[in-house]
């Protein structure tokens, strides 16, 4: 079983690739030799946003991409724009991982962050069928409620705008059966993420961004006269470098790749749901992720596909495995759906890089080179807000201490790595039978 993500340009199966609106530009292969004061690898939301954002600032950047812009994880999410950290975590627990300061910092950027993210795609036009429909966490179980509601309780005494529903609420916002409460929160919504990423690049391209695809870096050298990125037999010299590679760093940096756990995902997308349906199903266009260790979330596209998805588990047949689950979990939550209407056209697979914290971090690789990975199921939010605030960073308008994530200035491997990964593969059928037995 490799242990590395492959990248896979083609987004074989994306939904989004398929309705795509914006257009995809080709950009060129990295050869000779360029001058930048910044150079960024990978070109997810994470890179994209440091790039434009250093660009913006005044810096010559160059971005270098192994595939083509968005193939990581950026082009293939579930396009849920979620204004809160993963699942259950909450504002003072960030405070204890992170600190105070960098804690009360990173909960104000996370708060903000979904309508930020709304707001660029408004500032480049980034045609990405972006709804600001709002988002909810409901609970599934006497277990999650009793962590849905402190969650609740930490947003509303820091002022936020969310609002406590009882089941009955939940039903007749989500249409679903079987929530026992939640809360809401009305800056989140979602988008086709895949042209958010093309967006995303024309927009950095517009702001003097120059990106290479194609051109997997293979080497990044410091000496007294700065920074040399090498992609084959390509090579930037810079001033600094940012590596923003996420869950598809390669062997070249093991100390970033060891840094996360790369988690397998898969998602499907029913095809667009009879009328009678959408008039029941989401019918405002919310979307929701509840606490289910094996994945309860849901969204329809703007053709009203319902999109859902879970854990891959990696052996045998991935695909039938997906669908079966796909197929089991939409039906609990929405009994109205008959077997004709989750005939499922597309089907796909990516990673997300998970931290042991579930918050992201920058890891200093030299003095002028640092990554920033481990966006865990947050990355439409927090990777691009996140990269915005390190692009400021790289221009040298922030400190390393006014970026709100913890700063770790010696490798630090998670313990047991591949143990963890492989396991990370294989979990699944525990995680159902958690959620089954209302454990979680
Ligand atoms: C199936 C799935 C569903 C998800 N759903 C959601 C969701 O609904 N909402 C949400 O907020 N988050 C979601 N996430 C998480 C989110 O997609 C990620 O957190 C986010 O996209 C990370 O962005 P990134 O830029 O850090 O990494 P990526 O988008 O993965 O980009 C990293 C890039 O680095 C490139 N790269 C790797 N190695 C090299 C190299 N050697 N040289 C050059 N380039 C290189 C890769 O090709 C890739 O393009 C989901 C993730 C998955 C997999």
């Not at 504002?91 to 804690?103: F, L, M």
Request: charged share 20%; glycine share 12%.
């Amino acid at each position: 079983m490799a242990l590395t993500a492959p990248i896979d340009s083609t987004l074989e199966g994306v939904v989004w690739k398929r309705t795509l609106k914006e257009t995809a530009v080709a950009y060129p292969p990295l050869a000779g030799e360029e001058i930048a004061d910044l150079v960024v690898v990978g070109a997810g939301y994470c890179g994209l946003n440091v790039a434009l954002h250093a660009a913006k600032a005044g810096q010559k950047v160059v971005l270098i991409e192994a595939g083509i812009v968005g193939n990581g994880a950026s082009g293939r999410n579930g396009g849920y724009n979620v204004p809160h950290f993963p699942g259950p975590v909450t504002p003072s627990a960030v405070e204890g991982a992170i600190g105070k300061k960098k804690g009360r910092e990173l909960s104000e950027l996370v708060l903000g962050g979904a309508d930020a993210v709304f707001r660029q795609i408004d500032a480049y036009q980034i045609s990405c069928s972006a709804q600001q429909s709002g988002w909810i966490q409901p609970a599934h179980s006497d277990t999650s409620l009793a962590k849905v509601r402190k969650v609740f309780d930490e947003w509303k005494a820091w002022g936020a705008d969310v609002t406590w529903l009882s089941a009955d609420e939940v039903a007749g916002r989500l249409g679903a059966a079987g929530y026992i409460a939640g809360w809401s929160n009305p800056t989140g919504g979602t988008v086709n993420p895949y042209s958010l990423s093309i967006g995303l690049g024309r927009a950095a391209t517009q702001e003097g961004v120059r990106i290479f695809e194609r051109s997997p870096v293979d080497g990044i050298e410091e000496g007294p006269g700065g920074v040399t990125v090498k992609a084959g037999a390509g090579r930037v010299r810079a001033r600094r470098a940012i590596v923003a590679t996420n869950a598809y760093t390669g062997d070249f940096l093991p100390q970033v790749q060891r840094s996360v756990v790369p988690v397998y995902l898969y998602h499907a997308a029913t095809r667009p749901l009879r009328p009678e349906l959408r008039a029941s199903i989401l019918p405002t266009g919310l979307c929701f992720t509840d606490l289910r260790k094996s994945g309860g979330f849901g969204r329809l596209d703007e053709a009203g596909r319902l999109i859902s998805g879970g854990a891959v588990f990696a052996l045998g047949d991935k695909q039938a495995y997906g669908f079966a689950h796909a197929r089991a979990r939409m039906k609990l939550l929405f009994p109205q759906l008959t077997d004709a209407d989750m005939q499922f056209d597309d089907y796909w697979e990516g990673y997300c890089a998970v931290t042991e914290s579930y918050l992201p971090h920058v890891q200093r690789l030299g003095k002028e080179v640092f990554s920033v990975v481990g966006f865990s199921t947050r990355g439409v939010n927090l990777a691009q807000n996140l990269g915005r605030v390190v692009g400021e960073f790289a221009a040298g308008n922030r400190t390393l201490d006014e970026v709100p994530v913890a700063v770790i200035e010696q490798r630090r491997d998670i313990a047991n790595w591949s143990l963890k990964v492989r396991a990370a593969r294989l979990v699944f059928p525990l995680y159902q039978a958690k959620d089954r037995l209302g454990l979680s």
